[in-house]
């Protein structure tokens, strides 16, 4: 059976590079039919952030991303917090220290910060004999130093060996053991590194693919030394390109998206705002997180995330950055707001027409069917509805002035008790007689209509707005803007 695994750290919150992580690993399992894993990478206790392991699983939760084994769910492989399981893992380096692949190491920070100023430095084959560890020492004085536990443990690499390890996407990487450091795999506080870490739980969870990101490719080869030193078959792996900002001229960060008004996180954090809050639809954010990096969702795109998986293909998957385009997500969203069920759309989102509902309950979806065909984003029904739910409080006095300017407060109540005596459908016919009459600018009149309804020159069809708000509503907004007018 496949076997996936997300496995964020909770030192912040995740943004679209991990939601995109479990998206591509949760299609998998699904197309696969197999089991989604999240296991939290939390060993790094100076790092944990409050509220982030919460913040992992509302996100899941709110893409209907459903864990098969977890923190939360459990199963038969936990626990699936690695602060848990550090018997397993003291139980796994022992065995690396037995067989003589791994070693204890004593040298201090200021010994290694001070050897690391020479440039090229690495502490490897050639180097380790050089400081205090349980290789270069005989074994009276690093069982003494033992007992201090003042002391790391690493892997120990042979030197001048070539290594080859196959990606999925990258295809086959060879590196010279020269090359690479003997890492640490047991920290002086007793937990584990990522190396050390990642590479036991994966075993023992019986993860079988490895969808991760490029930033832990270079480490891919320490990762095979340490499954072999193991005797392990190692899991097939795939490491996703980087996501770069809008520009491409870089990685996506925070700092860029508060500059240039998108958001890297999914839903709210603190007081950083989502992509949700932004006014994307969840469906519509995985579909566009989808592209980023493959081409398997680019062309007849799919929000549903079942059918979706149906579409998924490793070998979609591109190896170079992917830009981030907020606007090609925008587009996205406007398309699927035109076209999604009403009632649906009122039913998932009850805060944005709630009080549509309360002003007008017979005519809400009408008004809905309408309007989701002229907004980009949720967050663009706010000032699309207020026409239909409450009076302009104030009015675009630049625009009254114009109005002023060719038509007088006289013929602009001859206009509204024309509106009070026809007929909705006849409205715009009697206005326009009038302005022939009266030799009138029926534009400005029409801007007179609009600017009572609306406060300005903006929003749908003043006549679908009359038809829904009623007779009634509509001659009180004339009113008030008459009102406005005489006192200029």
Not at 53 to 82: H, S, T, W
Request: proline fraction near 4%; include cysteine; hydrophobic fraction near 40%.
């Amino acid at each position: 059976m496949v076997r996936v695994r997300f496995a964020p750290s909770p030192t912040g919150p995740i943004h679209i590079g991990g939601v995109r992580t479990a998206l591509y690993n949760y299609l998998f399992k699904l197309k696969k039919k197999g089991k989604f894993i999240l296991r939290l990478e939390d060993t790094d206790e100076s790092r944990k952030v409050v509220g982030a392991e919460k913040y992992i699983y509302d996100v899941l939760d709110y893409y209907r991303i459903k864990v098969d084994e977890g923190p939360r769910e459990g199963g038969g492989f936990g626990p699936y917090r690695q602060s848990e399981r550090r018997k397993i893992y003291n139980k796994y380096i022992n065995l690396l220290i037995e067989n003589g692949v791994a070693y204890y190491c004593y040298t201090s920070k200021e010994e290694l910060l001070k050897a690391r100023t020479n440039k090229g430095f690495s502490y490897n084959s050639k180097t380790r004999m050089k400081f205090k560890n349980s290789l270069s020492l005989d074994k009276e004085e690093s069982l003494s130093l033992i007992k201090k536990k003042k002391y790391v443990v690493r892997l120990k690499v042979d030197g001048n060996i070539n290594l080859s390890v196959k990606d999925l996407l990258r295809g086959t990487i060879t590196v010279n053991s020269n090359n690479l450091e003997d890492k640490i795999l047991m920290k002086e506080d007793g937990l584990p590194t990522y190396h050390f870490a990642n590479v036991v739980d994966d075993h023992l969870m019986k993860i079988t693919t490895i969808i991760r990101g490029e930033e832990w490719l270079p480490s891919l080869p320490i990762h095979k030394l340490i499954y072999d030193a193991f005797g392990w078959d190692m899991p097939s792996t795939v490491h996703l390109p980087l996501i770069l900002n809008p520009s491409g001229s870089g990685k996506l960060s925070k700092r860029d998206a508060l500059l240039n008004n998108y958001s890297i996180f999914p839903i709210k954090w603190g007081e950083l705002d989502g992509l949700k809050e932004k006014g994307l639809l969840p469906d519509v954010q995985l579909a566009y997180i989808s592209q980023l990096g493959s081409s398997f969702n680019s062309d007849n795109i799919e929000l549903d995330i079942n059918k979706m998986s149906k579409k998924f293909n490793l070998s979609a998957l591109q190896k170079g950055g992917a830009r981030f385009d907020f606007d090609k997500a925008k587009s996205i969203n406007q398309k699927s707001l035109s076209e999604i069920n009403s009632r649906f759309l009122m039913s998932e989102h009850p805060r944005i027409f709630k009080k549509l509902e309360l002003a007008l309950p017979d005519r809400a979806v009408e008004v809905v069917d309408l309007i989701k065909t002229r907004v980009t984003l949720l967050t663009d029904f706010d000032l699309e509805l207020k026409p239909f739910i409450l009076d302009p409080v104030d009015f675009d006095e630049s625009v009254s002035s114009r109005i002023l300017k060719s038509i007088s407060v006289v013929d602009l109540i001859l206009v509204k008790n024309s509106i009070q005596q026809s007929a909705n459908d006849i409205i715009k016919d009697d206005i326009y007689e009038i302005s022939v009459e009266r030799k009138l600018n029926f534009g400005k009149l029409m801007q007179f209509l609009r600017l009572s309804l609306v406060g300005n020159l903006s929003g749908p069809d003043v006549f679908f707005i009359i038809k829904m708000v009623g007779k009634n509503v509509t001659l009180r907004r004339l009113n008030l803007l008459l009102e406005k007018l005489k006192k200029q």
